[in-house]
T-cell receptor, first 115, second 114 residues
């Protein structure tokens, strides 16, 4: 399978703990996006990378959220001191840069439950 | 600021009948519009996009969408619905200026009855 993969698929944690999610994009895609999706809503943009550069991070939900893509391949999204309101599906998507507005390819998501 | 509205939470249609899922948009410049589909326990899948050109855009699985600038709409259509089309459909718009940040609607659940 050469699609976008995310790990883990499910994460249950206690309030106050830190969690980290991983996303592996399609190999030739140089753009990588993170979203949050809550029940009954569409994906909400968080941040995106072009290669290893994080080009937009102002929409990360708080300073507890951070993302990295150190070598321009896989990416991680970390949430520190989790809160119950962080419970949601976290989606990763990738796309090619060479043509503007290329469609994004989404992974299956990581479902976070904060107890 | 851009926004996307999907006025229907759910659309019900009988198999074999035509279907329409509605989307309206609000953007300050040229609209770049997309439809995605989300099947249960699967990631979102791209269906089609409008960037420029013909107002009628054809996409995957027999879907098409009509861009209407005067009505600021981008409705998704299919001439003959299948039970397997039952899924969650999202309309999205992308900002210009190089950032390509998409804004998604809240989604419409399509239920196709046998």
């Amino acid at each position: 399978d050469t699609g976008v993969s995310q790990d883990p698929r499910h994460k249950i944690t206690k309030r106050g703990q830190n969690v980290t999610f991983r996303c592996d994009p399609i190999s030739e895609h140089n753009r990588l996006y993170w979203y949050r999706q809550t029940l009954g809503q569409g994906p909400e943009f968080l941040t995106y990378f072009q290669n290893e550069a994080q080009l937009e991070k102002s929409r990360l939900l708080s300073d507890r959220f951070s993302a990295e893509r150190p070598k321009g391949s896989f990416s991680t999204l970390e949430i520190q001191r989790t809160e119950q309101g962080d419970s949601a599906m976290y989606l990763c998507a990738s796309s090619r840069k060479d043509s503007a507005y290329n469609e994004q390819f989404f992974g299956p998501g990581t479902r976070l439950t904060v107890l | 600021a851009q926004s996307v509205a999907q006025p229907e939470d759910q659309v019900n249609v009988a198999e074999g009948n035509p279907l329409t899922v509605k989307c309206t948009y609000s953007v300050s410049g040229n609209p770049y519009l997309f439809w995605y589909v989300q099947y249960p326990n699967r990631g979102l899948q791209f269906l089609l996009k409008y960037i420029t050109g013909d107002n009628l855009v054809k996409g995957s699985y027999g879907f098409e969408a009509e861009f209407n600038k005067s009505q600021t709409s981008f409705h998704l259509k299919k001439p003959s619905a299948l039970v397997s089309d039952s899924a969650l459909y999202f309309c999205a718009s992308a900002e210009g200026g190089g950032s390509y940040i998409p804004t998604f609607g809240r989604g419409t659940s399509l239920i196709v009855h046998p």
